[in-house]
């Protein structure tokens, strides 16, 4: 097993785990969100995987534990509640696609 396809288990067990938690409890330690934004991070500052793979990892992960897209579920959202929007929350640097390498 490669250093990436490792790395890319890891992270889906941490999503996994945090969909879970989400589904479960209807929230998140901010803890665990701190850990897996510099989990994600570590992977772009390190060259291991660029913004659209981790993108695409999330998305998959998340409709594994969900059944829906992560637009479609912000779409069938009942509540207005600002922890929704944060338990949704996906890194700015992946969102907005900012490259962690110095130039």
Do not use: C
Not at 44 to 60: H, P, Q, S, T, W
Not at 89 to 94: D, H, M, R, S, V
């Amino acid at each position: 097993m490669t250093n990436k396809e490792r790395y890319l288990d890891i992270l889906s067990h941490i999503l996994w785990e945090h969909y879970n938690e989400i589904k479960l409890k209807n929230s998140v330690s901010e803890e665990r969100k701190q850990y897996i934004k510099g989990y994600m991070a570590a992977a772009r500052a390190l060259n291991v995987l660029d913004y659209e793979e981790l993108k695409e990892i999330i998305n998959k992960v998340h409709f594994k534990a969900f059944g829906k897209t992560i637009q479609e579920r912000k779409k069938s959202k009942t509540s207005d509640s600002p922890l929704d929007d944060e338990l949704l929350e996906i890194p700015t640097f992946i969102r907005e696609g900012i490259s962690l390498k110095k130039k």
